[in-house]
């Protein structure tokens, strides 16, 4: 693909139901980070991994927060047991993760609202 | 942990008028990004700057990166109503390629 991909663009859930959110990075990256943004915020770090190295997971909020990258490629991002403070858009990026070229590529992000 | 500050939070400025944003990092960093978000947008990468002292131009924007590497500065001479958005430091700290993003500076250009 062209760019970074995630789905849903949008969506609407019930507290307390769980999510999933999915992101297909750019082929051949090897970083992939998900950041969150509230509306009017900075982007806050959740997730970040790095080829087959180990999840960096110093920032997900909660155990209800969790994430996973199969094959090195695409990668969800589950949270359980939704609350309304959850609700915020939620942006993938990939990068090639070398020492010169860490460029993000971001995508549209997934918009969640918990009701 | 790790913080990034940015100063202003926001800013308003008459088409033309100069404007600059200062990102400070509570660590010394290995590297630091810069991206540009317009309303409604996803971030777009601007730039890196890796050396301490190091000074990169793109047209009427200039970055800085400090001395120490604890801090940077995005400078736009003359601004255009294209500049509106909100601009993001992102620092990293050596070993790791975990970006911690700054509190970001919201642009306003009235023409």
């Known amino acids: 693909g062209a760019g970074v991909s995630q789905s849903p663009s949008n969506k609407v859930t019930e507290k307390g139901k769980d999510v999933e959110l999915r992101c297909d990075p750019i082929?051949?990256?090897?970083?992939l980070y998900w950041y969150r943004q509230s509306l009017g915020q900075g982007l806050e770090f959740l997730i970040y991994f790095q080829g087959n190295s180990a999840p960096d997971k110093s920032g997900l909020p909660s155990d209800r927060f969790s994430a996973e990258r199969t094959g090195g490629s695409v990668s969800t991002l589950t949270i359980q047991r939704t609350q309304q403070e959850d609700s915020a858009v939620y942006l993938c990026a990939s990068s090639y993760g070398t020492g010169g070229d860490n460029e993000q590529f971001f995508g549209p992000g997934t918009r969640l609202t918990v009701l | 942990g790790q913080q990034v500050m940015q100063i202003p939070q926001y800013q308003h400025v008459q088409e033309g008028e100069d404007f600059t944003t200062y990102c400070n990092s509570s660590?010394?960093?290995?590297?630091i990004q810069w991206y540009k978000q317009r309303p409604g947008g996803h971030p777009v990468f601007l730039i890196q700057?890796?050396?301490?002292?190091e000074v990169k131009k793109q047209k009427r924007l200039t970055f800085q990166f400090g001395e120490a590497k604890k801090n940077s500065s995005l400078h736009i001479t003359a601004t255009q109503t294209t500049d509106v958005g909100t601009y993001f430091c992102a620092g990293s700290t050596s070993g790791t390629y975990k970006y911690i993003f700054g509190t970001g500076t919201r642009l306003k250009v009235l023409a």
């Open positions: 660590t010394t960093l290995s590297n």
């Open positions: 700057l890796v050396k301490s002292g």
């Open positions: 082929s051949g990256h090897t970083a």
